[in-house]
């Protein structure tokens, strides 16, 4: 659900920069597992979860010092599958996107999906390609096909949603 950027503040509070669709993703799933590139991991119940910059707060229960989160630096941020609720039978959670390759319906790879920008009408995805972001919207006439197993998602080439030359 997200990567540790680093500790915050003194009080083992970690900055997060999340995948979820909002910090209250951390609330409700009540307990997060952190796993370090070493492998070393750790689970902690949630206590609090709030929006900060471009991320989130998160308070966990059992991490008291700075000294105890530097040691989850960079980890990824993980919830088990039972501790998610679902509010659609045909949706996907933000987590399952990110990292997804994305490709144009003709075959043509466009980039890697970054992030997700929720908006008020539709989410827009955030695709990098190379150095340049691509603003795609999350909508059925774009989306044609997201394949977990595939690890990609295909897209249409609607007029004027992409232009090529700069890819």
Same mark, same amino acid.
């Given at each position: 659900?997200?990567?540790?950027?680093?500790?915050? &503040?003194? %009080?083992?509070?970690? !900055?997060?920069?999340? =995948?979820?669709?909002?910090?209250?993703?951390?609330?409700?799933?009540g307990?997060?597992v952190?796993?370090?590139?070493?492998?070393?991991?750790? #689970?902690y119940p949630?206590?609090?979860a709030?929006?900060?910059?471009?991320?989130?707060?998160?308070d966990?229960?059992?991490?008291? !010092?700075?000294?105890?989160a530097?040691r /989850?630096?960079?980890?990824g941020v993980?919830?088990?599958?039972e501790d998610?609720? !679902? %509010?659609?039978?045909d &949706? /996907?959670y933000?987590?399952?996107?990110?990292?997804?390759?994305? =490709?144009l319906?003709?075959?043509?790879?466009?980039?890697?999906?970054?992030?997700?920008?929720?908006?008020? &009408?539709?989410?827009? /995805?955030?695709v990098? !390609?190379?150095?340049? #972001?691509?603003?795609i919207?999350?909508?059925r006439d774009?989306?044609?096909?997201?394949?977990?197993?595939?690890?990609?998602?295909?897209?249409?080439?609607?007029?004027?949603?992409?232009?090529?030359?700069?890819v």
């Amino acid at each position: 659900m997200g990567r540790v950027s680093r500790p915050h &503040g003194l %009080d083992g509070t970690l !900055s997060i920069r999340s =995948y979820a669709e909002s910090e209250s993703s951390f609330v409700r799933a009540g307990r997060v597992v952190l796993v370090t590139d070493a492998g070393e991991r750790g #689970e902690y119940p949630v206590a609090a979860a709030r929006p900060h910059k471009r991320g989130v707060l998160l308070d966990l229960d059992g991490l008291g !010092s700075v000294e105890e989160a530097e040691r /989850y630096r960079g980890a990824g941020v993980h919830v088990r599958r039972e501790d998610l609720e !679902s %509010d659609e039978d045909d &949706g /996907y959670y933000w987590f399952e996107l990110v990292g997804l390759e994305v =490709y144009l319906d003709d075959g043509r790879h466009i980039g890697t999906l970054a992030r997700i920008l929720p908006t008020g &009408g539709n989410d827009v /995805y955030v695709v990098e !390609s190379g150095k340049q #972001e691509i603003l795609i919207p999350a909508i059925r006439d774009v989306i044609e096909e997201i394949d977990l197993d595939r690890k990609r998602i295909t897209v249409s080439e609607m007029e004027g949603l992409l232009d090529l030359n700069e890819v």
